[in-house]
């Protein structure tokens, strides 16, 4: 736990010494992410109105959803692979975004698709369950929010994963959950990590937060996260192959 709270810190410390580019580079990601911000605002309107009944489907959006991630997903994988040569070591270069745009554009496409997807699944499955009524229904309410509960804990992994690795993105998916339950204390370090990422980039602060900085601190804290869990399992003689 104590690995990933340190690694926050740090990744906070290069933020500001290196502000105009850090945020730059976070202003790269953000473009990329703006339609999918702007999709999942309007996915939250149509599918969860305001009154007491289970959540409307609009298959429609569907294809919608996989265009944006186009966008966004190579854009996280971008940002991911610039802040992971950091964390390796080499120096801060932002041109590297659109290097790790283009070679992770199908892989960074298809874990945002795969990421995004579950979380919709778990979301409603949550929700659904819940307005039912009758007690063993609600348990399955449980569980999925449990599942939900595990699918936040593997966000810490999945794009250092496949930067680091430069694996498939079933074999990044596996890989990411068996480091969730063979490093528990991790685990629960990176929750608390993306936690203060997410109540910095609050409804309140969401503005400055997601433009300017969530990006650039967070992949940075989890690269420094990830470099060094794979090094010490390389160490182990426990680690897969790159390729």
């Known amino acids: 736990m104590l690995l990933a709270l340190r690694s926050l810190r740090a990744a906070a410390a290069e933020f500001f010494f290196d502000l105009p580019r850090m945020v730059?580079?976070?202003l790269f990601w953000f473009v990329t992410a703006l339609p999918a911000l702007?999709?999942?605002i309007s996915t939250y309107l149509l599918t969860w109105p305001d009154r007491a009944a289970p959540p409307v489907l609009h298959i429609w959006l569907v294809p919608v959803w996989a265009l944006v991630l186009a966008l966004v997903g190579p854009g996280t994988a971008g940002i991911y692979f610039v802040t992971n040569r950091l964390a390796?070591?080499?120096l801060l270069e932002i041109s590297r975004f659109w290097e790790g745009f283009r070679h992770f554009?199908?892989?960074g496409w298809?874990?945002?698709l795969l990421d995004v997807g579950a979380l919709a699944l778990l979301?409603?499955?949550v929700v659904f369950y819940w307005t039912l009524e009758g007690t063993l229904i609600k348990v399955l309410s449980l569980i999925f929010a449990y599942l939900l509960l595990i699918w936040f804990a593997i966000q810490g992994y999945l794009f250092p994963l496949l930067v680091q690795m430069d694996q498939p993105?079933?074999?990044v998916v596996r890989n990411a959950l068996f480091l969730t339950l063979d490093n528990l204390g991790l685990t629960l370090g990176l929750?608390?990590?993306n936690l203060i990422l997410v109540a910095a980039s609050g409804p309140w602060t969401a503005a400055l937060a997601l433009p300017f900085l969530t990006l650039s601190l967070g992949s940075n804290a989890h690269n420094k996260v990830m470099v060094e869990t794979v090094e010490r399992y390389r160490v182990q003689g426990r680690i897969i192959a790159d390729q």
């Open 38 to 40: 702007g999709l999942a």
């Open 110 to 112: 298809g874990l945002a």
């Open 191 to 193: 929750l608390i990590v």
């Open 88 to 90: 390796n070591g080499e």
């Open 24 to 26: 730059l580079l976070n």
């Open 169 to 171: 993105v079933l074999r």
């Open 105 to 107: 554009f199908w892989r």
């Open 123 to 125: 979301a409603i499955n």
